[in-house]
């Protein structure tokens, strides 16, 4: 027994070939697909006008965690999976870069041109508060264990995560802002999470404070975070998203000596093209054995 998959819009990474062959499946053109893997992270249009003609579709496997561009086509009865999970690590990894970057005052030392003088904030035995509770979150739970940190988690649903010492609901945003010397945005952009941070929340912020961003840039109120960062509201920004995105050339924020921008790269190709393959091979697998696939996407979450 085999499943037969399509992979869209190719041409197909051998990677991801060997992994969707070596777990069961067989490669096939999507006329003939029981299962689409979907490797465009942009183009909602081109799947919706490939499945309005393949009903045979059962199963489509998204490249992103993030599927806030494809919500329109949950809900047709089919069973959709994201990479939710999936590039946790590399993510965490760079949420912590940036947080580093920013209390140890990078942005302003790759900027001088002159000595200048001694400045920075340590990061160990902080509050941190991270705003999220998926992979990202756990995998950059564990990275501030060494830092011996104080984490909060805010999420939608309140339940215990390993290395937090509270998980506490959006409701209570506000407070958890307070006193945290870093800010992390990992969260799902739903209608009910963007703008999540404006000026209100920024307010919230200590003064030093650094705010990261590795979700998706619309959490963020793009203009209250500029008023923010040049009125000394908040210590700084590190964004490795932005709204818009990319950020266009002699916007504010890229003239910022507190705002860190990387272009959207706490996942790039490389890093993500051997974990999508383990990940579609993982769920093949689990497709034909009748287990539980990974990343299901809740369509009324959109997430």
């Known amino acids: 027994m085999s499943l037969r998959c399509a992979v869209s819009p190719g041409p197909i990474a051998p990677v991801l070939a060997e992994a969707i062959t070596a777990a069961g499946g067989e490669l096939v053109d999507s006329q003939d697909a029981a299962a689409l893997v979907w490797t465009d992270p942009f183009d909602a249009e081109g799947l919706a006008a490939l499945l309005a003609t393949r009903p045979d579709i059962r199963w489509v496997q998204l490249p992103f965690a993030g599927v806030d561009r494809f919500a329109g086509l949950f809900g047709d009865g089919r069973t959709w999976t994201s990479t939710k999970g999936a590039y946790s690590e590399p993510v965490a990894e760079h949420a912590l870069a940036l947080g580093l970057a920013g209390l140890r005052q990078l942005p302003q030392r790759a900027r001088a041109t002159a000595w200048g003088s001694q400045g920075g904030i340590e990061l160990r035995g902080s509050r941190v508060t991270v705003v999220g509770g998926g992979g990202i979150t756990e995998a950059l739970l564990r990275l501030l264990s060494a830092f011996r940190v104080e984490a909060t988690v805010v999420r939608r649903h309140v339940a215990p995560i390993e290395g937090a010492a509270r ?10 802002l307070e006193g945290a010397r870093l800010v992390v945005l990992t969260l799902a952009l739903t209608p009910e ?22 979700a998706r840039g619309a959490h963020v109120v793009t203009d209250d975070l500029v008023d923010a960062l040049r009125n000394g509201v908040i210590g700084g920004a590190a964004l490795d998203v932005t709204d818009p995105e990319p950020l266009p050339a002699g916007h504010p924020l ?9 272009p959207h790269t706490a996942n790039t190709r490389q890093m993500a093209e051997p974990l ?12 034909l054995r009748n287990e539980p696939l990974l990343g299901v996407v809740d369509p009324e979450l959109g997430y």
Do not use: K, P, Q, S
Request: charged fraction near 25%; proline fraction near 0%; charge should be negative.
């Open 167 to 176: 998980v506490i609901g959006r409701e209570d945003l506000h407070g958890a």
């Open 193 to 214: 999470t963007a703008g999540i941070i404006g000026a209100a929340e920024l307010r919230c912020m200590d003064e030093d404070a650094w705010l990261v961003n590795v």
């Open 254 to 262: 890229w003239t910022l000596d507190n705002c860190l921008i990387t």
């Open 276 to 287: 999508f393959a383990e990940r579609v091979g993982a769920n093949v697998g689990r497709y």
